[in-house]
């Protein structure tokens, strides 16, 4: 699977006037994921080798086979033109858009698809291949496709990452707009974060990625809107016309059984609380994935307290009576926690967890 290609590409339209030329490019970085392009013209690409080069003529026939062979700018066209996408990365760029939907016209010069099914008729391209970059992992969800890009990640490896667990990561990300890598525009600068797995405090296209990642290894990340039958605007995480790339390199990894006991509650109560928002919402598969999110982190939150009883009770002889204290206040937090989270809607295996961890409380008395 093809994403970025390096291209000379010529285009023009024929028609009973003759032909006229709208795209005439050196040496540019296409994004066929992009959805700017014909369908055509994205798997004729994929049929080049580098160095090679091809004639490709699309009728309209043919494009408007499917309304999911829209482009970018002819779907953003068709939707409501107060309805505009917001990111947590940035805003849209409202003025730009406007100016789009004003002049009605493909975003690289690239005719639009009414054009083509009225006057057109056919368009021809000729492409020469130079370089591409091969998309090694895709993972599609909603509107939004994430793809990790060959730069530096191998085919085959195992991610080390879990629900949960905190990364120490230098970033950086940018904008690629209508579809060309020359147009980049940095919206995080270069900087240093850590970023928790599963806290939903991304946006999802980078929170689909984390679990993909390893220590050690950079990766670039794109996010895309995906241009599909079913697509809902309201999944979007980016505006029509712009991919968005992040840099990560992972410094660092805290696996979730390393965080304090106090931050393993703290996170499933934020979890269950999501869960609830969810459900009011009538989001009801999302709020049970939240769900069991929760209750996994109790799992280990037990697990790690239960390790921790053990440890204590090897020391009887040495351990102070501070020691035995700190322990029951933790213990008694927990169980505090426990009862918060669940109210009187515990379930029998929630209600067991609040059971044994009562009853080591209790063997410490």
Known sequence: QLDDVKVDVKGWKMNEGGSAVFVDKQEVWLSLGSGLFPRGFVQAMKELSVGSSARVAITASWIFSDRQLMTAAE??????????DSSPFFNPNVTYWAAMRSENQHLLGFPDLAEIGGTCGTVVYEVKLHDFHRVVHCVPDGGVQVKFLNYGIQEEY????????????????????????????????????????????????LEMSLPKLSKGRKAIVRMEPMYCSGGQRSDLVLPHHVCVEVAINVTGLHHIHQLPLDDLWKRALTRKERGNVLQSNKSYTEAISMYEKSLKLIEKAEKQLKDTIARTSNKTETSSLQDKLDLRSHLEKSCDAIHEMFGNRVSAAEKKYSEDISMIMRELD
């Not at 949960?164 to 900087?191: H, Y």
């Open 75 to 84: 779907e953003f066209l068709l939707e409501d033109d107060n309805a505009l």
């Open 158 to 205: 195992m991610s080390e990452v879990q629900d949960g667990d905190a990364l120490d990561v230098e970033m950086q990300a940018w904008i690629v707009k209508d579809g060309f890598r020359e147009s980049d525009e940095n919206i995080i600068e270069r900087r240093n974060d850590t970023l928790a797995v599963g806290e939903d405090e991304l946006c999802r296209g």
